[in-house]
């Protein structure tokens, strides 16, 4: 079956780069998306990548795929305290009800 | 952009009573809704496909009789509670399907959340 796997946690300094990392199990994903969620609110599509693309950049956010390592990665360039949220990686294999996410990461900007 | 309205975004309700939680597509028509449940530091779980004039599609392991979802039109989704209980308490989300940017990329807008509190 699916499983999307996300580290809990990430901390970094206003200014720097974050990246936060997903691993993914079922190797017919046709779209994985990250999405952001803010406290209390609902989770807000950030990007999204197509399974045979390698790369997608969109300003301050590059989303890396490795195919083969089943791996899934967003960084996100100059952080900023507004950036503080849950990052939340999904998988979607075959129809768009097959949407599988991750457990989140927890991001905290430090100013 | 699409936007997805969810209403109330707080309840808190006493054991035994039921609650209604609306979403609404603002301004496209949703044909499919999908209604999440989101345990504190959890991910998501997908509880139920919402499908405009037809019966929901159920989860494995979610309850159809307690977790009521009518989709009336094409641009709202309830989802009532029946008889909630302590251990319903939970942030519920829903969510449309949109179309993305290249074709068969569809994406899933989501609303606020609902969070629900059973005394």
């Known amino acids: 079956g699916e499983d999307v796997e996300q580290s809990l946690f990430l901390s970094v300094r206003e200014g720097d780069s974050s990246v936060i990392n997903c691993t993914y199990t079922?190797?017919?994903?046709?779209?994985l998306y990250w999405y952001k969620q803010e406290p209390g609110a609902g989770l807000q599509l950030l990007t999204y990548?197509?399974?045979?693309?390698d790369m997608k950049q969109d300003q301050r956010l590059t989303v890396l795929l490795n195919k083969k390592d089943k791996h899934l990665s967003l960084r996100i360039a100059d952080t900023q305290t507004g950036d503080s949220a849950i990052y939340f990686c999904?998988?979607?294999?075959?129809?768009?009800?097959?949407?599988?996410f991750g457990t989140g990461t927890k991001l905290q900007v430090i100013p | 952009g699409a936007v997805v309205s969810q209403h109330p975004s707080r309840v808190i309700c006493k054991s035994g009573t039921s609650v209604k939680i609306e979403c609404r597509s603002l301004?496209?028509?949703?044909?499919?809704m999908f209604w999440y449940r989101q345990f504190p530091k959890q991910s998501l779980m997908l509880m139920a496909t919402?499908?405009?004039?037809?019966?929901?599609?159920?989860e494995q392991g979610v309850e159809k009789d307690k977790f009521l979802i009518n989709h009336a039109s094409l641009t709202l989704s309830t989802l009532t509670v029946t008889s909630a209980h302590p251990e319903d308490s939970s942030f519920y989300i829903c969510?449309?399907?949109?179309?993305?940017?290249?074709?068969?990329?569809?994406?899933?807008?989501f609303g606020a959340g609902s969070r629900l509190t059973v005394l």
């Open positions: 999904a998988e979607r294999t075959g129809g768009y009800q097959k949407v599988t």
């Open positions: 919402s499908n405009e004039g037809s019966k929901a599609t159920y």
């Open positions: 969510s449309a399907r949109v179309r993305g940017d290249r074709a068969g990329a569809n994406v899933l807008t």
């Open positions: 301004d496209f028509q949703a044909t499919t």
């Open positions: 990548i197509f399974s045979n693309m």
């Open positions: 079922d190797s017919s994903s046709t779209y």
